[in-house]
Nanobody, 131 residues
Framework: VVQVVESGGGSVEAGRSLTLSCLVS??????????YAWYRQGPGAECEIVAD???????????SVKGRFTISQTSSQDSVKTTIYLEMNEMKNDDTGTYYC???????????????????WGTGTQVTVSS
């Protein structure tokens, strides 16, 4: 059974930093594109990929967060548990939303997230950025 649990959300002032964590257990697939990702859905907005990282360490960032956010991962020795971090710096009001962690084999593109038809998702953690 794959479990995905996010933590670390909260309220932060614009310009400050916040780090999210996601504990994934049981995701043992190791295809070329097997990866972990952070998505977010802001008020009235579509689901947006924030960043992803493959098990081999390749990263991808959405245009709106490049240069400000950093995704990283650490795994248990047996690779059964992995923690994915999203370090968010120079935060903006537009970063407000529910952030979801996902484990899967391909990027998800859709209007709403989470979508359990495409990978394994957590229940989300709320991030609110205010001026």
């Amino acid at each position: 059974v794959v479990q995905v649990v996010e933590s670390g959300g909260g309220s932060v002032e614009a310009g400050r930093s916040l780090t999210l964590s996601c504990l994934v257990s049981g995701f043992t697939r190791d295809f070329y594109d097997s990866h972990y990702a952070w998505y977010r859905q802001g008020p009235g907005a579509e689901c947006e990929i924030v960043a992803d990282i493959t098990k081999s360490g390749r990263t991808y960032y959405g245009d709106s967060v490049k240069g400000r956010f950093t995704i990283s991962q650490t795994s248990s020795q047996d690779s059964v548990k992995t923690t994915i971090y999203l370090e968010m710096n120079e935060m903006k009001n537009d970063d407000t939303g529910t952030y979801y962690c996902k484990a899967g084999d391909s990027q998800y593109v859709g209007e709403t997230c989470p979508n359990s038809d495409f990978g394994y998702w957590g229940t989300g953690t709320q991030v609110t950025v205010s001026s």
